[in-house]
């Protein structure tokens, strides 16, 4: 039976991360960093490997030539064994963007940014698996940067991004504190859901709590708003009820000052594990000179996006937004 080249990649990553995990003591996650990093940089880079342990490794990686494989085969395999991994240690906030929502915001993007050249965002970076499904769908020249509180998903993002070659700046910090990044035209981000717990930073916002903690995702935007350029849009992953909160009052104000709401697109609740976990994609743009509100928002029911019929339809209608709002 013939072997996909997703499973030879999954295989090899599996089994080097194994080995690395029982010699090194860590977890799988931490492992896996590793021996990506390993494939990456053609050598094992652990110093304290018995000579029969770097012996496996070696006949492993001689299997494995990378530049055989396409960004999306090595971007696949490598979302595999993370979410094996991820299994073993689950943490709700930290969940991998899946392929269904990147690629969508993938092709979103792709129609919104008219320029050849941009610069693109992700302030909640994890894995950097939502970051790079967008990346491998545009046929642009993107400069891109990405954000991290958490020091392994970042890792795991640095190593994402140099198996498939994809330059891009990542820094491990809290994306509420000041960053130092340039204005970008464009943000896009699966936005970590809940209180952030840091009130003092937060009071630094508009968007802060009148009492007690505020909502991270709030703050997110806002922060999100504040490094894009004027123009330039922004796809976030929110969840459905970010518009009920105690809170959206608030959001609905700032959104008004500072941002034009050019579409949302909500996922069918059934791809969720309950109604409460269901998710959209809100497309903002910032407001400026020469900005236009869209005739009529971009506003669509997303159906199962494996029944194709209805995909198609879904389709046919997005692009006819784009055709009378975008031209
Ligand atoms: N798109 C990512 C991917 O494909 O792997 C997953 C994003 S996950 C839903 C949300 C991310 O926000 C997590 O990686 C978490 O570590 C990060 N996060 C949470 N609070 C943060 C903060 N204050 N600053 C920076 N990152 C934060």
Known sequence: MKISPVEQLF??????AIVLQEELY?????ALAETGENLFQGSILQEEL???TVKRLKKHYQEIHLE???NEEIRKAYQLVILKGMKENVQPNHQMTPDSVGMLVGYLVEKFMKQSDFRLFDPAVGTGNLLTTVLNQLHKKVDSIGVDIDDLLIKLAYVNANLQEHPIQLYNQDSLEPLFIDPVDAVISDLPVGYYPNDVRASDYQLKANDGHSYAHHLFIEQSVRHTRQGGYLFFIIPNGLFESDQA???REYFKENVIIQGLLQFPTSMFKNKNAAKSILVLQ?????VQPPKQALLVD???LSNAVEMDRILTKIEKW???NKR
């Open 11 to 16: 295989t090899i990553f599996n089994e080097t």
């Open 26 to 30: 860590c977890t799988y996650l931490e």
């Open 50 to 52: 018995s000579e029969i």
């Open 68 to 70: 055989k494989y396409t």
């Open 249 to 251: 009052s608030q959001l």
């Open 286 to 290: 910032k407001k400026g000179e020469n």
């Open 302 to 304: 997303l159906p199962n």
């Open 322 to 324: 784009f055709q009378e």
